[in-house]
Every structure is written in structure tokens, then in C-alpha cells.
């Protein structure tokens, strides 16, 4: 198993199954041992609450990947069909750090057409914040 998740922020995380491999800030360094410390090292065992920083997005990736969940799970490749915002343009502005509807709306356009796919990036935004219980 090798999984790599990365972030626009130039911050990546590799798992091979056994160890970890971490490049970026070192708030995701501290987190990635603190949940190492916490769940123990099989991130198959981690769990996750909403993500408040990019460090906590990415690890959540990393949970979903190894646990072969999707990070968002949206049926459609298209989010937004006014403004024709793919659903990947949602998860990258997650990345960022986006985390209500307008922020999303403001970052990507989705929903300000029509206001239709709102429904849905709350949707996604709902299922990102009941992923687990870890962030208090």
C-alpha cells in the first residue's frame, strides 16, 4: 500500500503501509505525531472530526485514502452546472481552507448562480463535519 496526499501548500504525507514520510510545516509534523501517539501508527485505526487548519485537511485525506473512503463523498463530477464548478474545485478550495458555503461560493463560484448546488456544498461541508470525534 503506498498513498500520497498532498497539498497546494507544498505539504505532502506518503504511508507505505508501515512508516510515514512528512514534508511541510511543522504544525503538520506535531499533528501527524500526535495522532500517531494517540490512535497508534495504523492510520487505518485514526479517526477525524471537521478540519480546522490545512494540516488537519490533509491528514483527514490521508485517513480517507488509507481507509479507501472518499474525502468527499459527491456522486458527480460537476458541483455546480451554472457556473460549471467541477466537485474537485469544491475539495481544492477545502484544501485552502474553506469551510462554510459563501467561503466556497466566494473561492469557486459554485452556487452563485442559481443557488441550486448550495444544498450540496452543504451537503459535503455536513459530511466533513460529522467524519469522526478527534478536533474538539
Given at each position: 500500500m503506498n498513498?500520497?496526499?498532498?497539498?497546494?501548500y507544498q505539504s505532502q504525507i506518503d504511508f507505505d503501509g508501515q512508516t510515514f514520510k512528512a514534508v511541510g510545516p511543522l504544525s503538520l509534523l506535531n499533528?501527524?505525531?500526535e495522532m500517531?501517539?494517540?490512535f497508534g501508527v495504523d492510520p487505518t485505526k485514526w479517526s477525524f472530526n471537521v478540519p480546522k487548519t490545512n494540516d488537519d485537511f490533509l491528514i483527514h485525506e490521508l485517513i480517507c485514502a488509507v481507509q479507501k473512503k472518499p474525502a468527499l463523498a459527491y456522486a458527480h463530477e460537476e458541483l455546480c452546472h451554472c457556473r460549471m464548478v467541477p466537485a474537485e474545485k469544491v475539495h481544492q478550495a477545502l484544501k485552502?481552507?474553506?469551510?462554510t458555503v459563501n467561503e466556497i461560493a466566494r473561492t469557486t463560484l459554485a452556487g452563485?448562480?442559481?443557488?441550486a448546488c448550495?444544498?450540496?456544498?452543504?451537503?459535503?461541508?455536513?459530511e466533513l463535519s460529522t467524519a469522526s470525534s478527534l478536533l474538539k
Open positions: 498513498i500520497s496526499v498532498r497539498s497546494q499533528r501527524l505525531q500517531k501517539r494517540q485552502q481552507g474553506c469551510r452563485t448562480g442559481c443557488g448550495r444544498k450540496d456544498t452543504e451537503k459535503i461541508l455536513g
